[in-house]
């Protein structure tokens, strides 16, 4: 007889390190696109996509099917000692995708944080500077550099420095947190005037959309105004899409919304559609500097989900994801804008594409955040048969992150069940 959730939950808090969090004390034991059952038959509809590493849903047909054609040939020869023809496929595709008109080149790895500390490294040997900038709520990994460069203390820093020196941070442009695109410009200014000069600056990271810091997404303006103080300093414009990229905000990459062209980006997720894989692509001429040795990793480049990868590559245009990111964007949009009219604990919904987030406050003041509420929300949730996720420099934001390749009629019975849940809190939350 297997296992019960709870006997799961036992073993795991005897065996596993309570620093690895779970939004859920329930035990999967099989996915199919949308939906998840638990180790006691009870299913789930998922609204959290594995963190936004599952656009193409749980085991899609053709990136399984790659993956078991790949396993008949090899495992891990290591790209670095004997290399094979998928990874050039892979980085090939990928150069051609980015929005970056000049020459490509395509350095995989095995973790989204393993891209930003490469892209940081290919920043600081190009321009021999060794500062950066990143901002505040941003998410890039929890590296001792990758928690450097995160602009959240709770829970991903505290405890854990001394950090790398030389990383600065800017607020992000939040106009909902009262931070425009002015005062975040301003702040740039300064940094350069107070803290570091923009001539050691090596690159300055950003997320066209913040993940973890709540789902904003930077404007068009100020994305063109950062592109051109960095143009203007000789500084390398990284653009994190590890939460962003790969169709989720209806384009490949949410910052071909703006129009600006990054000198590096970094991947990961919904890359390779449930494996681990992760990318830093841009310009060939900021590679060029690395000798060789300088980059890479023993497990860098796995050809097994390398396959996965083309799966999913392949799966862009055949399966429209684009476009069904629009749709379910808009889908959920619409529902929770009604929801808001309903709820005063609303205080904001946004998204782009299906990149979308609702922000939970007391009584529709967005200097009230509720945090207390959104994690009440999360565990009604999953009673009931859903599972969401927060996020938020405030930790009372929840997103929405569900398979592009999701049935319409499971994304509205899970908006659904989310409507359900709202309403039993509404009735059994103790008035404050």
Known sequence: MSQTNQQWQTRR?????QGVGNALPVYIA????AELWDVEGKRYIDFASGIAVLNTGHNHPAVIDAVKAQ?????HPC???TPYGNYIELAERLNALVPIETACQTLFLSTGAEAVENAIKVARIATGRSAVIAFRGAFHGRTLLGMALTGKVQPYKKGYGPFPAGIYHAPYPAAYLGVSDTQALA?????FAADVAPEEVAAIIIEPV????GFYPASTHFMQQLRALCDRHGIVLIVDEIQSGFCRTGKTFAIEHTGVEPDLITMAKSLAGGFPLAALVGRKALFDKALPGGLGGTYAGSPVAIAAALAVTDLIERAQLNEKAQAVGEQIVTRLTRLAEEYDCIGDVRGVGAMVAMELVEGRDSQKPDKELTQLLIQEAGRQGLVLLSCGVRANVIRFLVPL???????DEGLNILSSCLKVLQNTRPAK
């Open 405 to 411: 390749t999701a049935e319409k009629e499971i994304v």
């Open 30 to 33: 099989c996915a199919r696109n």
């Open 79 to 81: 790209f670095q000692v």
């Open 210 to 213: 913040q993940g973890e810091g």
């Open 187 to 191: 702040s740039l200014a300064g940094i």
């Open 71 to 75: 396993l008949e040939h090899f495992t």
């Open 13 to 17: 808090e005897a065996a596993v390190a």
